[in-house]
């Protein structure tokens, strides 16, 4: 013996609104509790400090869309070179990027501060930064690079990546 239901077509879409409206309502409801950056890199300028070893200067912009404060835990820096391989790079504290660009002009002007460890992105706000490191390879390698990666830690765990557009 087969138990037939009879299914309301109009009850059903009915059902189907009021679901589909709840979770949106939750999904609109929690849009900034997500903590991430968003942003890209805006310019890279190369400079080889001798034949196998170059420093990276990459200045970026980003910005907290949530609206959470976004808490620096950690800062890595790495290139993606023309086969692919990723080389990560060692990053450069601000006192001495203030000395590389007073002892190398060729870089031009320091235009922005550096991004470093415990600094708090306050929620919905936008900041320009920079960010220096040091690769084990020479700058040629590092110029034809396919991409720069500044991936940012949160203190609570996400991760933010920041690509530059070649």
Not at 99 to 125: H, M, T
Request: hydrophobic content about 40%; charged content about 25%.
């Amino acid at each position: 013996m087969k138990l037939r239901i009879p299914v309301n077509p109009v009850a059903l879409a009915v059902g189907l609104g009021v679901v589909v409206c709840g979770v949106a309502g939750v999904l609109y409801i929690q849009r900034g509790a997500h903590t991430e950056l968003k942003g890209s890199i805006l310019k890279v300028r190369t400079l080889a400090t001798d034949e196998q070893n170059s420093l990276a200067v990459a200045d970026f912009r980003f910005v907290n869309p949530s609206d959470y404060p976004f808490v620096v835990r950690e800062v890595n820096v790495s290139i993606e070179d023309k086969n692919g391989k990723i080389v990560e790079g060692y990053t450069v504290s601000e006192s001495d990027v203030r000395r590389v660009f007073e002892g190398y002009p060729q870089l031009g002007q320091k235009f922005n501060a550096s991004l470093f460890i415990r600094n708090k992105i306050p929620a919905r706000q936008s900041w320009d930064r920079m960010i220096a490191a040091t690769f084990q390879v020479p700058e040629s390698e590092l110029q034809s690079r396919r991409k720069l990666i500044v991936r940012i830690v949160d203190l609570d765990g996400p991760t933010s990546e920041l690509l530059e557009k070649k």
